[in-house]
């Protein structure tokens, strides 16, 4: 079958190009690897705290059987499970000593439905930063070419926020934001007073505060405050593929979906320097089959796009598909995550907050930007927090029985606060992923290789978080106050990053400025791989806004017959 356009993954990055391409006119074939998802009927937001199983937890011999990494993720639970892989199905390996925790879903929409949604713009602070400090190399945009693309992305996707008018945190097109309970703006009053340059924000979040009318056009509605959202949304009123990307892209009638589609690899014509066919194993029969287009995008998420592009080996190719660089697979990194601490406030006792915020607030970056004295590494950290009467999790959690158990609970306690650090990690060639040369999965494909370490630089600025999270908390007013566990493994942040990354110069970098290969001119990756350093904001957005430029950039060499 022919297409004008293929794009590999349903996810966040394929959605967004699946989206475009379509408005543009360009017929375009969808491959999911996992099984088909309907909005709505496939969720279980509307279950009740009764119905849902084991009152969300998963029996423990169950996760460790067969989630044992999934299972550490904070948004897994009995309500949330079919959104995650398997990991006894699916394995990987790691050096013993060094852990990696891939988190991921296959399924359509992949891990648009459990994501986060907290969205933050990078600032040319990051796009400068490989340059100034050595390390990478230098991103081949600027904030100046992306800025247009993340308005775009914006006021489609729903975007929650406020104006700060910080340079490190560019403001964006935004529906009214969420409000910031008692608790934080007693804090936030305290660290901006005593730190005029430190800055605490609502958290800028994917979810519908004031639909407009192209949201509502799309079938989604407002933010109810559940906090249910990993088990996906039936109103729509946080952004996922389901809820928006690919109902836009469908409206048009040029998109084609395939689900259980594994894409195992792709061939190459050197003659025409161009991907020739898309091969794909049927993920439930296991047959074979391909399927060609004037133009490819692999949007598998970092690692599942390493593995295509080293699977597709070549007499020209022989290290995998557009690596003449030798780039592909290397310069993993993951957001640093563990960091931060937590308190409780002796005061407050008679407030309370209405609904569950699906958001906390946010501290953006200051270390290296307005705070540079004594600091002894490069680059930064951001803080994500939340505070709150955690009534909730004390119903599941608090031992006893009966009246007295209820009466207990009818004290929501004292107000909790946690700052939690996410601190960029340099990108390092030797953090790389490969494909295991002995080693197959159940359907034959060679298994990823993960090896992936932290190094000093983030070493020292954990230090430097852990001390800042605490000691503003006690300057707050808080006690009881507990560092949050330390540095954990790469992969926890679920951010991971840069292993097809863009670049000036085809001899270090696998894409150009505009996500296309520099080897293969018909080849696109838009998801995180195509990433040149972390910054500290959540990545998806900047993968949305790529993707979107990505995509109207081919449509354009489309019709120039370019390629
Ligand atoms: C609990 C959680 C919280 C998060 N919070 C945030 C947050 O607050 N903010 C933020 O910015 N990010 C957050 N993230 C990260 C965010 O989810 C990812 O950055 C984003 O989903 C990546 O999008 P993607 O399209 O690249 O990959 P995915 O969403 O993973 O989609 C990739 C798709 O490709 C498919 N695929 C893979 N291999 C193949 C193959 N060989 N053939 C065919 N299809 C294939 C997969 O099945 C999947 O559907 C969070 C993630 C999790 C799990």
Redesign the pocket.
Known sequence: MNFDAIV????????WVAKELCERGIKTLL????PNVEHRTDYLDFAPPWEVPNRGEVPEAEKAEHYAIQST???FNSASKKWWVRDSEHPYSTPADRPYAW??????????I??????YRLSDYDFNANKLDGNGVDWPIRYADLSPWYDRVERFAGISGSIEGLEQLPDGQFLPPMELNCVEQSFKKQIESNHPTRRVTVGRCAHLTEPTAEHIALGRGPCQLRSVC?RGCGYGAYFSSLSATLPAARRTGNLTVVTD????RLDYDHAKRRVSAVRVMDAKTKQGRSYQARVVFV????I?TA??LLSSRSEYFPNGLANSSDAVGRYLMDHVVGLGASGTHPGFLDRYYYGRRPTGFYLPRYINITERDGVDFVRGFAFQGYSGRSTWDRARNEVGVGAELKQRLRNPGRWEMRLVGLGEMLPRAENRVTLDARRTDQWGLPLVHIDCTHGENERRLAERANRDAAAMLAAAGFENIEANGGIKPPGHS??EMGTARMGHDPATSVLNRYNQAHDVSNLFVT??SCMVSTGTA????T?MALSARAANHAADLLSSGEI
């Open positions: 590999v993954g349903s996810g966040i990055s394929g959605g491959i999911e690897r996992g993720n904070y948004a988190i991921r879903g296959y399924h359509l929409g992949g891990r648009s459990t994501w986060g949604r907290q969205t990993e589609a594994i894409v195992e949007c598998a998420s970092t599942g593995q295509i679920v951010h998801d995180g959540n990545p998806s957005l993968y």
